[in-house]
């Protein structure tokens, strides 16, 4: 028996047979095609999830609440359903308890097996080592070091170990993404959305998260060693215990919304640009000996005998 938060687990076409999982909180799971033949799920909560082309077959769901579940193509055979709850769940080519099918209004046609392979083919192409791509995509240790990811919309994905290391994730958004203990040394992280993101014990040594958006960010036990912060906003975030030896702190909003300039260099002045003294050349004058005239001789006296 299991009681334990599995929020937002994929378990698409996993086999989940007689599985208990009693007061499970399952909210947002995929179970896509999923063979949950005689699960129990007595009072367990799977609101938002997708359950499209699950085998419910007389699975025990007593007291479960299925809001907003996309129920299309599920089977519910013989299913025990009593004090279940399908607020606004969409019921598309949905067998219920008693055989009948039921379809809501908007149920779209049923694919056909090309357009399932062609969906197919574009989601291999926007796989990365395995890795989709996508807002809330599981990839538990994905490998996606050096990969180039600028822009990428992984808002809410699961990238718990991720290796990311020198991953370019420019502008990339990581919104309430989850990426515990993942490697993103030197990844270009600039102007990425990480706002509510769970970096705990994340190896962030040396990345460059200019102009990031990290408020809210679970950055608990993380590693920001030499990592530039220059203009990130950390409005709200948890530092507790995170490493920020040698981090650049330039225009950084702090957790508790003041601006950290410590690391910010300092302007160099210009230098005063000074005339040039002008030196008026000295006109020098040349020098005439004076001649004074000669002084006649003096005469002599001389004694007559």
């Known amino acids: 028996m299991f009681e334990g938060d599995l929020t937002k687990a994929d378990f698409s076409k996993a086999n989940l047979k007689e599985a208990n999982i009693y ?32 085998n419910m077959t007389r699975a025990k769901l007593k007291g479960a609440n299925l809001s907003e579940v996309n ?15 399908f607020n606004k769940a969409v019921f598309c080519r949905t067998t219920m308890p008693n055989g009948i ?3 809501g209004a908007n149920c779209p046609a049923k694919k056909t097996e090309k357009t399932a392979r062609a969906e197919q083919a574009e989601v291999v192409e926007n796989a990365i080592n395995g890795c989709v791509i996508q807002p809330r995509t599981v990839c538990m240790n994905a490998a996606l070091a050096e990969a180039n990811l600028g822009s990428a919309n992984l808002s809410g994905a ?13 502008k990339a958004n990581l919104g309430k993404a989850n990426l515990t203990e993942a490697n993103l040394t030197h990844a270009n992280l600039t102007r990425a959305n990480l706002s509510q993101t769970n970096l705990t014990e994340a190896n962030l040594n040396k990345a460059t998260l200019r102009g990031a958006q990290l408020e809210r960010a679970n950055l608990t036990g993380a590693i920001l060693l030499n990592a ?5 906003d950390l409005t709200g975030a948890n530092i507790a215990e995170t490493t920020l030896t040698g981090a650049t702190l330039c225009n950084t909003v702090m957790p508790n919304g003041t601006v950290n300039n410590s690391s910010c260099m300092p302007e160099k002045k210009p230098e005063a640009i000074t005339e040039p003294v002008k030196i008026e050349p000295v006109k020098i004058e040349p020098t005439v000996p004076e001649i004074k005239p000669a002084q006649p001789a003096a005469k002599v006296k001389t004694k007559s005998r």
């Not at 007061?23 to 938002?48: P, Q, R, S």
């Not at 089977?75 to 709850?85: C, L, M, V």
């Not at 530039?228 to 990130?232: E, H, S, V």
């Open 23 to 54: 007061h499970g909180k399952l909210m947002g799971g995929n179970f896509t095609e999923a063979d949950m033949t005689d699960i129990t799920l007595y009072n367990a909560d799977l609101t938002g999830a997708n359950l499209t082309g699950a």
């Open 158 to 170: 699961q990238l718990y170990m991720g290796n990311l290391a020198q991953a370019n994730l420019f």
């Open 228 to 232: 530039d912060l220059t203009d990130a």
């Open 71 to 85: 129920l299309t193509d599920t089977n519910f055979t013989d299913a025990e359903i009593d004090g279940a709850k």
């Open 101 to 103: 099918v039921n379809s």
